[in-house]
Protein backbone atom coordinates (compact mmCIF):
# COMPACT_ATOMS: atom_id res chain seq x y z
CA UNK A 1 0.00 0.00 0.00
CA UNK A 2 0.91 3.32 -1.06
CA UNK A 3 1.34 6.17 1.34
CA UNK A 4 -1.78 8.42 1.20
CA UNK A 5 -0.01 11.81 1.74
CA UNK A 6 2.00 13.32 -1.12
CA UNK A 7 5.45 14.20 -0.86
CA UNK A 8 5.40 17.93 -0.47
CA UNK A 9 8.27 18.79 -2.45
CA UNK A 10 9.94 22.92 -2.56
CA UNK A 11 8.13 23.32 -5.81
CA UNK A 12 4.91 21.61 -5.27
CA UNK A 13 5.01 23.80 -1.43
CA UNK A 14 5.29 27.04 -3.42
CA UNK A 15 2.65 26.14 -5.72
CA UNK A 16 0.47 25.52 -3.24
CA UNK A 17 1.18 28.93 -1.28
CA UNK A 18 0.73 30.73 -5.03
CA UNK A 19 -3.20 29.06 -5.60
CA UNK A 20 -3.51 29.29 -1.88
CA UNK A 21 -2.00 31.92 0.37
CA UNK A 22 -4.58 34.92 0.66
CA UNK A 23 -1.52 37.54 1.55
CA UNK A 24 -1.91 40.79 2.89
CA UNK A 25 0.95 43.57 3.25
CA UNK A 26 0.21 44.05 7.11
CA UNK A 27 1.03 39.93 7.72
CA UNK A 28 4.12 39.62 5.26
CA UNK A 29 5.71 42.57 7.05
CA UNK A 30 5.58 41.00 10.63
CA UNK A 31 6.82 38.07 8.77
CA UNK A 32 9.85 39.71 7.53
CA UNK A 33 10.15 41.65 10.85
CA UNK A 34 9.93 38.31 12.85
CA UNK A 35 12.76 36.38 10.41
CA UNK A 36 15.42 39.28 11.48
CA UNK A 37 14.27 37.72 15.02
CA UNK A 38 17.65 35.66 16.65
CA UNK A 39 14.28 32.94 17.52
CA UNK A 40 12.92 33.12 13.95
CA UNK A 41 11.92 29.68 14.01
CA UNK A 42 8.77 29.59 16.65
CA UNK A 43 6.78 31.75 13.99
CA UNK A 44 4.21 29.66 12.47
CA UNK A 45 3.83 29.44 8.64
CA UNK A 46 1.77 31.79 6.36
CA UNK A 47 -0.58 28.61 5.53
CA UNK A 48 -1.17 27.49 9.13
CA UNK A 49 -1.84 31.31 10.20
CA UNK A 50 -4.60 31.14 7.23
CA UNK A 51 -5.85 27.59 8.62
CA UNK A 52 -6.43 29.38 11.89
CA UNK A 53 -8.44 32.16 10.61
CA UNK A 54 -10.68 29.59 8.52
CA UNK A 55 -11.48 27.36 11.95
CA UNK A 56 -12.45 30.36 13.65
CA UNK A 57 -13.80 31.83 10.93
CA UNK A 58 -16.13 28.32 10.07
CA UNK A 59 -16.48 27.82 14.14
CA UNK A 60 -18.31 31.04 14.59
CA UNK A 61 -15.65 32.01 17.55
CA UNK A 62 -16.24 34.74 19.57
CA UNK A 63 -13.79 33.70 22.52
CA UNK A 64 -10.24 32.81 22.15
CA UNK A 65 -7.23 31.57 23.90
CA UNK A 66 -3.51 31.96 22.75
CA UNK A 67 -0.80 30.54 24.64
CA UNK A 68 2.51 31.42 23.27
CA UNK A 69 2.61 35.29 21.27
CA UNK A 70 6.06 35.63 20.16
CA UNK A 71 5.60 38.27 17.64
CA UNK A 72 1.68 38.30 16.85
CA UNK A 73 1.59 36.41 13.63
CA UNK A 74 -0.97 33.60 15.09
CA UNK A 75 -2.59 36.17 17.06
CA UNK A 76 -2.75 38.57 14.51
CA UNK A 77 -4.69 35.95 12.04
CA UNK A 78 -7.05 35.03 15.21
CA UNK A 79 -7.67 38.44 15.97
CA UNK A 80 -8.48 39.27 12.22
CA UNK A 81 -10.88 36.48 11.72
CA UNK A 82 -12.65 37.13 14.95
CA UNK A 83 -15.73 39.06 14.75
CA UNK A 84 -15.93 43.19 16.10
CA UNK A 85 -17.38 41.92 19.19
CA UNK A 86 -14.85 38.79 20.15
CA UNK A 87 -11.69 38.71 22.83
CA UNK A 88 -8.55 36.76 22.47
CA UNK A 89 -6.92 36.60 25.39
CA UNK A 90 -3.15 35.84 24.86
CA UNK A 91 -0.59 34.99 27.31
CA UNK A 92 3.58 35.12 27.08
CA UNK A 93 6.10 36.58 29.38
CA UNK A 94 7.87 38.06 26.61
CA UNK A 95 7.74 41.95 26.92
CA UNK A 96 9.86 42.36 24.06
CA UNK A 97 8.78 40.08 21.71
CA UNK A 98 5.04 41.09 22.25
CA UNK A 99 5.78 44.98 21.44
CA UNK A 100 6.00 44.07 17.78
CA UNK A 101 2.64 42.16 18.20
CA UNK A 102 1.22 44.99 19.47
CA UNK A 103 2.56 47.18 16.83
CA UNK A 104 1.20 45.18 14.35
CA UNK A 105 -2.42 44.47 16.02
CA UNK A 106 -3.16 48.26 16.38
CA UNK A 107 -1.75 48.80 12.71
CA UNK A 108 -4.63 45.98 11.74
CA UNK A 109 -7.31 47.89 14.12
CA UNK A 110 -8.12 44.50 16.08
CA UNK A 111 -5.42 45.94 19.32
CA UNK A 112 -9.10 45.79 20.87
CA UNK A 113 -9.68 42.23 20.50
CA UNK A 114 -6.97 41.50 21.98
CA UNK A 115 -6.00 40.78 25.91
CA UNK A 116 -2.52 40.52 26.20
CA UNK A 117 -1.16 38.90 29.96
CA UNK A 118 2.24 38.96 30.39
CA UNK A 119 2.70 36.72 32.87
CA UNK A 120 3.35 32.83 33.33
CA UNK A 121 0.02 31.03 31.23
CA UNK A 122 -0.31 28.84 33.71
CA UNK A 123 -1.00 31.70 36.57
CA UNK A 124 -3.41 33.21 33.79
CA UNK A 125 -5.15 30.19 33.05
CA UNK A 126 -5.91 29.35 36.53
CA UNK A 127 -7.08 32.43 37.65
CA UNK A 128 -9.86 32.32 35.13
CA UNK A 129 -10.49 29.32 36.18
CA UNK A 130 -10.69 30.41 39.55
CA UNK A 131 -13.13 33.36 38.49
CA UNK A 132 -15.84 31.04 36.80
CA UNK A 133 -14.47 30.91 32.91
CA UNK A 134 -14.46 27.20 32.70
CA UNK A 135 -16.44 26.31 29.42
CA UNK A 136 -16.84 29.82 28.32
CA UNK A 137 -14.13 29.81 25.45
CA UNK A 138 -14.73 28.67 21.98
CA UNK A 139 -11.02 28.25 20.49
CA UNK A 140 -7.73 27.75 21.86
CA UNK A 141 -4.03 27.88 19.80
CA UNK A 142 -0.58 26.24 22.30
CA UNK A 143 2.43 27.14 20.87
CA UNK A 144 4.60 27.78 24.14
CA UNK A 145 7.08 25.64 26.18
CA UNK A 146 6.67 22.20 25.49
CA UNK A 147 7.77 20.31 29.01
CA UNK A 148 4.08 22.28 29.92
CA UNK A 149 2.09 21.30 26.85
CA UNK A 150 0.58 18.82 28.64
CA UNK A 151 -0.35 21.73 31.67
CA UNK A 152 -1.91 23.70 29.37
CA UNK A 153 -3.88 21.55 27.72
CA UNK A 154 -5.61 20.14 30.84
CA UNK A 155 -6.77 24.15 31.37
CA UNK A 156 -7.51 25.07 28.17
CA UNK A 157 -9.93 21.95 28.12
CA UNK A 158 -11.96 22.73 31.41
CA UNK A 159 -11.80 26.75 29.83
CA UNK A 160 -13.27 25.39 26.53
CA UNK A 161 -17.33 24.82 25.98
CA UNK A 162 -17.75 21.61 24.81
CA UNK A 163 -17.70 21.38 21.21
CA UNK A 164 -14.38 23.91 21.39
CA UNK A 165 -11.44 23.36 19.54
CA UNK A 166 -8.08 23.17 20.69
CA UNK A 167 -4.73 23.52 18.30
CA UNK A 168 -1.47 22.45 19.45
CA UNK A 169 1.82 23.50 17.31
CA UNK A 170 4.85 21.46 17.04
CA UNK A 171 3.72 18.42 17.52
CA UNK A 172 6.21 16.65 15.08
CA UNK A 173 9.08 18.74 16.50
CA UNK A 174 11.13 18.60 13.33
CA UNK A 175 10.58 14.75 12.91
CA UNK A 176 12.58 14.03 16.33
CA UNK A 177 9.35 12.34 17.74
CA UNK A 178 10.20 9.26 15.80
CA UNK A 179 14.35 9.29 16.57
CA UNK A 180 14.50 7.07 19.76
CA UNK A 181 18.09 8.83 19.76
CA UNK A 182 16.74 11.74 20.40
CA UNK A 183 15.74 12.17 24.07
CA UNK A 184 16.14 15.85 25.34
CA UNK A 185 13.39 16.24 27.56
CA UNK A 186 11.29 18.75 25.05
CA UNK A 187 11.45 15.86 22.44
CA UNK A 188 9.96 13.46 25.63
CA UNK A 189 7.72 15.97 26.63
CA UNK A 190 5.96 16.10 23.10
CA UNK A 191 6.15 12.34 22.67
CA UNK A 192 4.36 12.00 26.08
CA UNK A 193 1.54 14.54 25.49
CA UNK A 194 0.80 13.41 21.66
CA UNK A 195 0.26 9.93 23.60
CA UNK A 196 -1.88 11.31 26.05
CA UNK A 197 -4.65 13.00 23.38
CA UNK A 198 -4.54 9.90 21.55
CA UNK A 199 -5.71 7.64 24.40
CA UNK A 200 -8.07 10.81 25.49
CA UNK A 201 -11.88 9.85 25.33
CA UNK A 202 -12.59 13.76 25.82
CA UNK A 203 -11.57 14.65 22.85
CA UNK A 204 -12.24 13.90 18.77
CA UNK A 205 -8.61 14.23 17.64
CA UNK A 206 -6.77 14.67 14.02
CA UNK A 207 -3.44 15.38 14.24
CA UNK A 208 -2.47 17.08 10.47
CA UNK A 209 1.17 16.80 8.84
CA UNK A 210 1.52 20.40 8.09
CA UNK A 211 3.85 22.65 8.97
CA UNK A 212 5.76 20.64 12.01
CA UNK A 213 2.87 19.01 12.90
CA UNK A 214 -0.32 20.43 13.91
CA UNK A 215 -3.09 18.54 16.33
CA UNK A 216 -6.74 19.34 16.78
CA UNK A 217 -8.34 18.32 19.51
CA UNK A 218 -12.43 19.12 19.80
CA UNK A 219 -13.83 18.95 23.18
CA UNK A 220 -16.85 16.45 23.52
Same mark, same amino acid.
Request: hydrophobic fraction near 45%.
Given at each position: ????????????????????????????R??? #??????????????? @?? @?F?????????????L !??????????? /?? &?????? #?????? /????? !????????????????????? =?? =???? #???? @?M??????????????? &??? &??????Y??????? =????????????????????????K?? &?????????????D?I??????????L??????
Amino acid at each position: MSRADIKITDDLAAYVRAVSLRDTGLLKRLRE #ETAKCPDARMQITPE @QG @QFMALLVHALGVRRAL !EIGVFTGYSSL /CV &ALALPD #EGKLVA /CDVNA !EWTSIARRYWKEAGVDRKVDL =RL =RPAL #ETLD @QMLAEGAAGTFDFAFID &ADK &ANYANYYERALVLL =RPGGLILVDNVLWSGRVIDNAVKDKDT &AAIREFNSKLHNDDRIWLSMLPISDGLTLACKK
